[in-house]
Structures are given as structure tokens and as C-alpha cells.
């Protein structure tokens, strides 16, 4: 069954889309925890973080090195940022198609 990412995707639901390609989608999270705060998603659904296999290894990589050259282009590289990604439910993972969170803006503590 497909989530709500599926859902912006295929432009069902509108969502602030910051980047796209091939095989990833870059939105701004609607419920932002720093000034800057996207979601980076790939195309394809993979559930969690233990659903990912070797085949996923560069789409993986691909999603990081988006990551970071979103971050350059919001203007937070310098300042630095936090890329995470939650599995399953004590990782605190809400919507089952797997992406990474980048926020920045803002300084984390641990
Ligand atoms: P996670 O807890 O890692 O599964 O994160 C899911 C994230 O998706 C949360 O930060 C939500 O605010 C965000 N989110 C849920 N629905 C939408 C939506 N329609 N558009 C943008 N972000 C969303």
C-alpha cells in the first residue's frame, strides 16, 4: 500500500517540491524543525532503512550527496546541518517510504 509520498510523487497532493530527478523527490517538511527542513525521498518505495539492499547502495549514496548540495544551495553548509534518517516506530519513523530529514538554519544539540 502506498503512502502519502506516493501521493506527492504522482502530484495527488501538493507538496513544496525543492528538487527533483530521476530517482529522487526534495520537499520542504510540513511540519518544519528548523528554518530549513526537507525531505529527501527516493521514486521508488522502499519501506525502512532494513528494507534497503545492495541493489539500493548508489540510490542510497544519491540521497546524501543531494543532501548536501541542497544544503549548499539553502545556505546552510557553512553553518553546518543534520541529515537523519528514523526506522520503525523507536526510531520514530511515521510514514513508511524511507527519507532522510535535512535541517538546518539553526544550531542541534545533541
Ligand atoms: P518520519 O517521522 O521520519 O517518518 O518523518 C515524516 C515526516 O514527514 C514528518 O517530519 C512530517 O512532518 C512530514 N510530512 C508528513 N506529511 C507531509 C506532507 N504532506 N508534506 C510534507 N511533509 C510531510
Redesign the pocket.
Known sequence: MGT?FDK?ISRE?A?DIVYEDDLLLA?????PKAPVHY?IIPKQPIATLNDANPEHQALLGQMMLTAAKLAKEAGVAEGGYRVQM?CNPDG????YHI?L?LMGGRAFSA
Open positions: 502519502i506527492i497532493i507538496a520537499f520542504k517538511d510540513i511540519a525531505l528514523n520514530g519513523q511515521v510514514v527519507h530529514h
